[in-house]
């Protein structure tokens, strides 16, 4: 840090955004290096959390001791946190009552993750509203009276050449990042395909993370000869099916409910102002 910017908290808050790539991508440390003589600098990592984990004594140079500028290794480690029980959360329907909280915790969830900002906490505005919704099979997590997750489900389709295949997809699944890793997520999406198949929904299709839903037995939707509705597949594309051959026959092109791709920008922006002001910043890994 240039000396006449340092002691006013850029440091700080370029290691707050390290630490929070860290956990953006599930990594389990962060680790640097310094030397045993750069004082200043081993004072600071350990105010921000790191530890000595490591030390060579000949990194540099043969003479490192004797010159006293051995190399050390600092590391940060995120929290492990504990799995949530079904029994220690409340997974029940939406009420209107928690749906100011429900758009915060989603905006919360998605805040800089895949873009600058998020629009999420808007989309689950709009959907409450639009015909496609499901609220039967969608569902919030709360524990000791906080909402700290959710899963809205809505109507969608496939269509080939000759019939048209009604489906079902769920977007957003989202978990208060406070409770990210708890498992709060898989348990509302175990719940809620129970649900589903009990009302007698053949599958789900769905856009989501790659490495999160195979776990949970989704898997690429060319598995199922279903495309996009331009005709593309990718493993971000991703489908299940909730009884065995459930989507057998289901073929074509899939189509989500329109309500997702009528976000205007400038609408999300005039939204935002019912909730309390986030800071939009770049992350590697955004979209755009």
């Not at 006013?8 to 310094?34: P, V």
């Amino acid at each position: 840090m240039a000396e006449k910017y340092q002691k006013q908290g850029i440091g700080h808050g370029l290691i707050e955004m390290a630490k929070e790539q860290a956990r953006r991508q599930h990594c389990r440390a962060i680790i640097l290096e310094t030397q045993s003589c750069n004082v200043n600098a081993i004072d600071f990592y350990l105010h921000e959390g790191f530890g000595l984990i490591g030390l060579d004594t000949c990194s540099y140079k043969n003479n490192d001791l004797q010159r006293k500028e051995v190399r050390l290794e600092l590391g940060w480690f995120p929290e492990e946190k504990k799995k949530l029980s079904r029994e220690e959360i409340e997974i029940r329907m939406e009420r209107e009552l928690d749906w100011y909280n429900v758009e915060l915790m989603t905006q919360h969830a998605f805040w800089n993750k895949h873009h600058l900002g998020c629009n999420e906490h808007y989309l689950v505005h709009k959907l409450r509203k639009h015909k496609d919704y499901l609220p039967e099979l969608s569902r919030i997590a709360v524990k000791d009276g906080e909402v700290i997750g959710s899963i809205m489900y809505s109507k969608s389709k496939v269509i080939d050449e000759k019939e048209t295949h009604h489906i079902i997809s769920f977007g957003p699944l989202c978990v208060d990042p406070r409770w990210q890793g708890c498992g709060v997520g898989e348990l509302l999406l175990r719940e809620t395909m129970t649900l589903a198949k009990n009302k007698g929904y053949k599958g789900i299709v769905i856009f989501g993370e790659p490495d999160y839903y195979p776990r949970m037995g989704f898997m690429p939707c060319d598995e199922f000869n279903i495309t996009t509705s331009d005709g593309k597949n990718f493993d971000a594309f991703m489908g299940i099916e909730l009884i065995k051959d459930g989507m057998k026959d289901i073929k074509g092109k899939f189509h989500g409910s329109e309500v997702f791709e009528n976000l205007p920008t400038e609408e999300v922006e005039e939204y935002n102002k019912n909730f309390p002001p986030l800071k939009k910043l770049r992350f590697p890994g955004q979209w755009d």
